[in-house]
């Protein structure tokens, strides 16, 4: 069983460009959430993807869009970067449906200049 | 809306000694509740969770944590703190019915002193 994986680990960017994040997510889980945590602070609520459709999203700009993929794998797109979007970005992966856990990436490093 | 706050940003133990880290919570729900932890350049992995079929959640390496609902609280525990655990914990309470859509409080580093 394959973990979650992320790619790139890292990156830098120009304020103002645009960036895409992917995610590859456990096998058979249909379920990918997004999460932005900047330094210092706690993961926060991107958006989710649930069988290709969006399924919930947090207090993020439309800016920040995603896709999900027939095989569940998952891009997140940051368009005009901000310096403030310098962050970690998680990738969880999991069942839909309750008592399931999220099996989280080791996320992508981005940094704004 | 839901919140959760970690009370202190650092902990420090010395080796073999208690581990506790606090967590209360907001919710207008009955709410799930969970502990991760990030070890440096790393993802987040979970310890435990709280669904309600009982106030004290067992976890991995040795953690507990205890729902108390008139206290609002989720706090972790550990008996006997290891050099292995140092890291930065997360408590998160979700009210979608299971793991997703998170919400977490900003984190407690734990330091664990030899």
């Known amino acids: 069983e394959t973990g979650v994986t992320q790619s790139p680990t890292h990156l830098i960017k120009t304020r103002g460009q645009q960036v895409t994040l992917r995610c590859s997510s456990q096998s058979g889980h249909n379920t990918v959430s997004w999460y932005q945590q900047a330094l210092g602070q706690g993961p926060q609520f991107i958006f989710q993807?649930?069988?290709?459709?969006?399924?919930g999203r947090g207090n993020f700009p439309p800016r920040f869009s995603g896709l999900q993929f027939p095989n569940y794998s998952s891009e997140l797109n940051v368009n005009a970067l901000e310096l403030d979007d310098s962050a970690l970005y998680l990738c969880?992966?999991?069942?839909?449906?309750?008592?399931?856990?999220?099996?989280f990436g080791q996320g992508t490093r981005l940094t704004v200049v | 809306a839901q919140s959760v706050t970690q009370l202190g940003s650092h902990v420090s133990v010395s080796e073999g000694a208690l581990v506790l880290l606090r967590c209360n919570y907001s919710s207008s729900v009955p709410p799930y509740l969970f502990w991760y932890v990030q070890y440096p350049n790393q993802g987040l992995q979970l310890l435990l969770k709280y669904t309600s079929a009982a106030t004290l959640v067992k976890g991995i390496n040795g953690f507990e944590a205890e729902f108390k609902k008139s206290e609002t609280s989720f706090h972790l525990t550990k008996p006997s703190a290891h050099m292995s655990d140092a890291a930065e914990y997360f408590c998160a309470v979700s009210d979608q019915g299971g793991s997703e859509k998170l919400v977490f409080g900003k984190g407690t580093k734990l330091t664990v002193n030899p």
């Open positions: 969880a992966s999991s069942l839909p449906g309750g008592y399931t856990e999220a099996f």
């Open positions: 993807y649930y069988r290709e459709e969006e399924n």
